[in-house]
């Protein structure tokens, strides 16, 4: 049996949450639920049967004109909830449901035909829909059929079994009023359940992208680890010259980079999802802050025998958050410098339109629209390396955001290569609400 379908041995179904066919027939998690609350209510049904059946026999005495019909129902009744139970009533259920209703509203009208009360027969066809919609869980489409079914039934009844009464066009309206309210209804559990079905959709993707996360942070981790002991362990050789001891030492600081970067970005990944990264406000001096982070990534582009141009204009104080505003420009230049095999990798800063504008230029391989619109976007949970390794940038819009910034990606001005930009406001701006 396939993982994630679940066999039902004494009904002999196989059920599978998303509703696919199977070895027998589709059999999904809502038709089970739909199957359940349809049996609940078939105790109500019988209990309100048994009790009209009691008032009328004593109103009307045990022999009066439409008494068979009356355990005729019954009878159906009980009938059609002890199906409900096999697999022949699994397999069409919806249309047994509809059926047992026509049937129930033509016994109605039987029974009218002989007691002569229009109320009865009105009150019962009435009922229908409006049960139907508040017990069965089996769409619009089925839902419109029933009411088809009554409005179709009235109008026989009225027409072949006609009962004289000067409350005809109230009864009428009623009945029209009844469908159309099991009508919205119907279509409002419709909706509500599609919406429960999207969250829970949702929910089960955020945890297989999490899965994914936490399994490439674990092997980003891993191999980072094993090679640290390697390079510990030549660093140990008593024979390594001063050169090998300096790029030794190199590696050991590429690789711990990479990892302290990795786990930040997962660490804060689940705070984006949430909504829930807040920047924290202060006046800080920008200037300061990019050397900061051009000095670091500085060194990790000569690691990987790159260039990094740095550009940066006089930039004015103003209110950032200093562990958020590195981590953006850091995210831009980790990716900016990862995908460059060969060349320079560029930093730029200004200020334009009252913003401070950062701009990460590199010249590495041209990317297709489709993948420059998804750069800033949270990645997709499909075990792609690439979009794994973009999960920093997502993490920078969402940091950016917070502070009332924007990011942005474009391809290079004139040349090869991809521009990342990300702009902070001068004046302070409203925060991010954290959610409660």
């Given at each position: 049996m396939?993982?994630?379908?679940?066999?039902?041995?004494?009904?002999?179904l196989?059920?599978?949450?998303?509703?696919r066919?199977?070895?027998?027939f589709?059999?999904t998690?809502?038709d089970e639920?739909?199957l359940r609350?349809?049996?609940?209510?078939g105790?109500l049904?019988?209990?309100?049967?048994?009790a009209?059946?009691?008032?009328d026999q004593?109103v009307?005495?045990q022999?009066?004109?439409g008494?068979?019909?009356?355990?005729?129902?019954l009878?159906a009744t009980?009938?059609?909830?002890?199906?409900?139970?096999?697999d022949?009533?699994?397999?069409?259920?919806?249309?047994?449901?509809?059926l047992?209703?026509?049937?129930l509203?033509?016994?109605?009208?039987?029974?009218s035909?002989?007691t002569?009360?229009?109320?009865?027969?009105?009150?019962?066809?009435?009922?229908?829909?409006?049960?139907t919609?508040?017990f069965?869980s089996?769409?619009t489409r089925w839902?419109?059929a029933?009411?088809?079914?009554a409005?179709l039934?009235y109008?026989?009844?009225?027409?072949?079994?006609p009962?004289?009464?000067?409350?005809?066009m109230?009864?009428?309206?009623?009945?029209?009023a009844?469908v159309?309210f099991?009508?919205?209804?119907?279509?409002?559990?419709?909706?509500?359940r599609r919406?429960l079905r999207?969250q829970?959709e949702?929910?089960e993707?955020?945890?297989?992208f999490?899965?994914t996360?936490?399994?490439t942070?674990?092997?980003?981790i891993?191999s980072?680890?094993a090679a640290?002991?390697?390079?510990v362990?030549?660093?140990?050789?008593?024979d390594?010259?001063?050169?090998?001891?300096?790029?030794?030492?190199g590696?050991?600081?590429?690789t711990?980079?990479?990892?302290?970067?990795?786990v930040?970005n997962?660490?804060?990944?689940y705070?984006a999802?949430d909504d829930?990264i807040?920047?924290?406000?202060?006046?800080?001096?920008p200037?300061?802050l990019l050397?900061?982070?051009a000095e670091?990534?500085?060194?990790?582009?000569?690691?990987?025998?790159?260039h990094?141009?740095?550009?940066?204009?006089?930039?004015?104080?103003c209110?950032?958050?200093?562990?958020?505003?590195?981590?953006?420009?850091r995210?831009?230049l980790?990716?900016a410098?990862?995908r460059t095999?060969?060349?320079?990798?560029?930093?730029r800063a200004g200020?334009r339109?009252?913003?401070?504008a950062?701009?990460?230029?590199?010249s590495g391989p041209?990317l297709?629209?489709?993948?420059?619109?998804?750069l800033?976007q949270?990645?997709?949970?499909?075990?792609?390396r690439s979009a794994v390794r973009?999960l920093?940038?997502?993490?920078a819009?969402a940091?950016?955001?917070a502070?009332?910034?924007?990011?942005?990606a474009?391809f290079?001005?004139?040349r090869?290569?991809?521009?990342?930009v990300?702009e902070?406001?001068?004046?302070e701006?409203?925060?991010?609400?954290?959610r409660?």
């Amino acid at each position: 049996m396939a993982e994630g379908s679940k066999y039902n041995g004494s009904s002999g179904l196989t059920k599978s949450g998303v509703g696919r066919a199977t070895s027998k027939f589709s059999w999904t998690e809502d038709d089970e639920e739909s199957l359940r609350v349809l049996k609940l209510a078939g105790a109500l049904g019988i209990f309100m049967l048994l009790a009209y059946l009691a008032y009328d026999q004593q109103v009307r005495g045990q022999h009066a004109p439409g008494t068979d019909p009356h355990w005729l129902i019954l009878a159906a009744t009980c009938l059609f909830f002890g199906l409900s139970w096999t697999d022949a009533f699994k397999r069409r259920w919806k249309f047994w449901i509809l059926l047992y209703n026509v049937v129930l509203i033509a016994t109605l009208i039987l029974i009218s035909r002989e007691t002569g009360d229009p109320e009865s027969r009105f009150i019962a066809i009435m009922l229908c829909p409006l049960a139907t919609a508040s017990f069965v869980s089996w769409g619009t489409r089925w839902q419109f059929a029933m009411a088809l079914t009554a409005v179709l039934g009235y109008a026989f009844a009225e027409h072949f079994v006609p009962i004289a009464s000067p409350f005809w066009m109230y009864r009428w309206m009623g009945l029209i009023a009844a469908v159309i309210f099991a009508q919205y209804t119907s279509i409002f559990i419709e909706r509500y359940r599609r919406r429960l079905r999207k969250q829970v959709e949702d929910l089960e993707e955020a945890a297989r992208f999490r899965q994914t996360q936490i399994a490439t942070m674990a092997h980003d981790i891993r191999s980072p680890v094993a090679a640290l002991s390697g390079y510990v362990n030549l660093l140990e050789e008593v024979d390594i010259s001063q050169n090998e001891r300096t790029d030794l030492l190199g590696r050991i600081g590429s690789t711990a980079w990479n990892m302290d970067l990795v786990v930040s970005n997962v660490l804060d990944y689940y705070e984006a999802q949430d909504d829930d990264i807040v920047a924290g406000l202060a006046e800080l001096d920008p200037n300061q802050l990019l050397n900061e982070v051009a000095e670091d990534c500085g060194l990790q582009a000569r690691r990987r025998r790159l260039h990094l141009r740095v550009e940066l204009m006089s930039l004015p104080a103003c209110k950032l958050d200093r562990r958020h505003f590195q981590r953006i420009v850091r995210n831009m230049l980790a990716y900016a410098i990862g995908r460059t095999a060969t060349g320079e990798v560029t930093l730029r800063a200004g200020v334009r339109n009252d913003t401070i504008a950062i701009e990460v230029t590199d010249s590495g391989p041209m990317l297709t629209q489709e993948q420059l619109d998804a750069l800033f976007q949270r990645p997709k949970s499909n075990g792609d390396r690439s979009a794994v390794r973009g999960l920093g940038l997502y993490i920078a819009r969402a940091m950016a955001e917070a502070a009332g910034g924007r990011t942005e990606a474009r391809f290079a001005d004139g040349r090869r290569g991809l521009t990342l930009v990300a702009e902070f406001p001068l004046e302070e701006q409203p925060l991010k609400a954290r959610r409660p």
